[in-house]
């Protein structure tokens, strides 16, 4: 008898990829062991996985993957730094940043990255968990270009987007999955939005990990996609579908807690003088982003029609 079981996709080994988050380029490249969690890595964002590598760019920003052993957990000199050969890389001076189940090697005034993961194999946790605390360097990018992560979903529709930001609960993926046609969800918990060179600014998709971590899909973010952003809409759990605007003051404070969910569980293990600088890059930036863009409360009922709302608003 046939089997109906559907295969799994097969997960290409990598060298490295490449994506860009704003003005940022990054390549993400394995050493050895590392090429099937790279290529895992590589098919959840839909990216291109080179095997063989590709020609060094001067304009990309590395992070170098290097598997970590158990034992080498406590070793605090860098277990993996010598294995470093690369002209212009500095081999002293690099500051570990403890991340379970990564460390992170980065080095003051050096643009490029050193990761350590500790992997159980591709189907564990702690190789999505690994993914997830990776990309801390890329939201430190992110923050130092004028961008901002958001605790967010986000639904495109007509050429343009908008983001509905809310804590953990509140209602972002329910209605990111209820929202009709022509609206088109592209995410439903993290949002990366980018200056677009004028005073407005784009958004791209990021994957929902606790999706993988809680076995509740396998699905796929196009992380190299991007829409410019209309509006921010503020969701709150209400009996009747109702937006209205706020103020540039109100909207940076909320903006600011959204990018802090995001960024405050990896930033509490910076040094503090790191830390301080992150924070106030966030808050900046929140403020730079509700003064570019209206703000509102949306408040949504369960079974209401909440979208008609935000097409009242905008028009």
Known sequence: M??????????????????AVGPLSWEFRAGDGIEPWL??????????????????????????????????????SGSNLEKLDLPGWPRTGWR????????IWKHPGFPHVVCETMLNGLESDASIEAMMRAFFPVFEGLA????????????????????????GGTGKSTCARRIPSPWRPLCDDTVLLVPDGGRGFRA??????????????????????????????LLKQAEEDKASAIGQGEAAIYLSRSANDIVIPFARRLIPEENRTLERRVFDNACRLAKALPAFILEFSREGEFWREIDRVLG
């Open 2 to 19: 046939a089997n109906d079981t559907p295969s799994k996709p097969t997960i290409p080994p990598a060298r490295s990829f490449r994506f």
């Open 204 to 233: 791209h998709p990021f994957p929902t990990w606790s999706d993988y971590l809680w076995k509740r899909s396998e699905g796929t973010w196009n992380l190299a996609e991007s829409v410019p952003l209309k509006a921010i809409f």
């Open 96 to 103: 570990p940043l403890w991340l379970y189940p990564v460390r």
């Open 144 to 167: 130092e270009t004028g961008g901002l992560p958001l605790h967010a979903a986000l639904v495109a529709r007509g050429g343009f987007g908008v983001v509905l930001a809310a804590s």
């Open 39 to 76: 290529g895992q890595l590589a098919r959840i964002l839909e990216a291109d996985p080179q095997a063989d590598g590709a020609p060094v760019r001067v304009e990309d920003r590395r992070m170098l993957f290097f598997r970590l052993d158990p034992g080498d957990a406590g070793d605090s």
